[in-house]
């Protein structure tokens, strides 16, 4: 009986060490680096309504080894920051969009721009001239750069008829890859790529055979190609003490929400950008290879 005793006094202990250990694998998955987005001359040039509490940033990306690129304010700017100091900042003179794509691909920044119809691309290390390419394609409502079918593309996207929407996939020469229709609303439902991921989870990119998604407020989990989750990784929103970061895919206000646009899935890790109450702007970094 002593000897049970004994090991019933050290199951608290056991308990607290797990939990422990739990947190610091947690706290090893999740990593954020911070800038500032307002009031700091090196701050991230954005939109921020302090009345709503909303900071709007057009675009976001990274090369996933510690260079970072914010495009957002009006007219848009790309802020650059590589091991967290400013690199650069580029006023590029395009007006404020209601949808706009930005994505690095290879050496260059790329910004699809609905309202000017053109495609720009920069240098990514702030190089030469910002080129304005018109876009020759039909009119779109939404757009999207790749990769797309694992080759460097966008997809443009429009309502072709009260029930009826298109998507056009192109490579960066506008050459015409493949083109779909489909029910208004159910554009995933034709797109390989999205084919048995359920309906909650926001899709970013493949991983060692598997699928990395988004659910919830912030869940990271990795699905088989049935549509099972694996494993995942998560923190509410009282851990991450955070707003989203909304984007300008949207044309009123009333509907500006997150989107898969200012999160990337980059070199084995997850970005998600994030702000918070002391005017920082948060971006949280998933280690997927620690999943």
């Known amino acids: 009986m002593r000897t049970n005793m004994k090991t019933l ?14 947190l610091n694998l947690s706290a090893q998955l999740w990593k954020k680096h911070v800038f500032s987005f307002q009031n700091s001359p090196d701050s991230v040039t954005c939109v921020y309504k302090a009345k709503t509490n909303e900071l709007i940033l057009s675009g976001f990306d990274t090369d996933g080894k510690g260079t970072f ?3 957002g304010g009006s007219p848009l700017t790309v802020t650059c920051y590589e091991q967290g100091k400013l690199a650069y900042r580029r006023p590029l003179g395009i007006r404020f969009s209601g949808m706009v794509s930005f994505r690095l691909i290879g050496d260059s920044l790329y910004l699809i721009h609905r309202e000017d119809h053109a ?32 080759k460097p593309s966008f997809k443009l996207s429009n309502v072709k008829n009260s029930t009826t929407s298109i998507s056009r996939i192109y490579d ?49 989990v990795l699905v088989d190609d049935s549509g099972e989750i694996v494993r995942q990784t998560g923190r509410t929103y009282e851990e991450l003490d955070c707003w989203y ?9 009333e509907n500006w929400g997150p989107s898969a646009e200012v999160r990337v899935f980059r070199n084995n890790h997850f970005y998600m950008p994030t702000f918070n109450a002391k005017k920082e702007l948060v971006v949280w970094d998933v280690n997927v290879d620690s999943l």
């Open 245 to 253: 970061v909304l984007d300008s895919r949207s044309d009123t206000i």
């Open 69 to 71: 690129y914010f495009l």
């Open 9 to 22: 006094n050290w199951l608290p202990v056991l308990f607290v060490l797990a939990f422990t250990c739990s």
């Open 172 to 220: 960066f020469h506008q050459n015409l890859l493949r083109e779909y229709s489909y029910r208004t609303g159910d554009e995933l439902l034709y797109d390989s790529v999205y084919q048995h991921i359920p309906d909650n989870l926001e899709y970013f990119g493949r991983y060692k055979g598997y699928r990395v998604c988004m659910k919830d407020y912030a869940t990271i």
């Open 119 to 150: 495609l720009y691309r920069m240098h990514r290390d702030n190089k030469g001239a910002v080129d304005c390419i018109p876009l020759k394609t039909p009119p779109f409502e939404r757009c999207f750069i790749g990769p797309i079918d694992a």
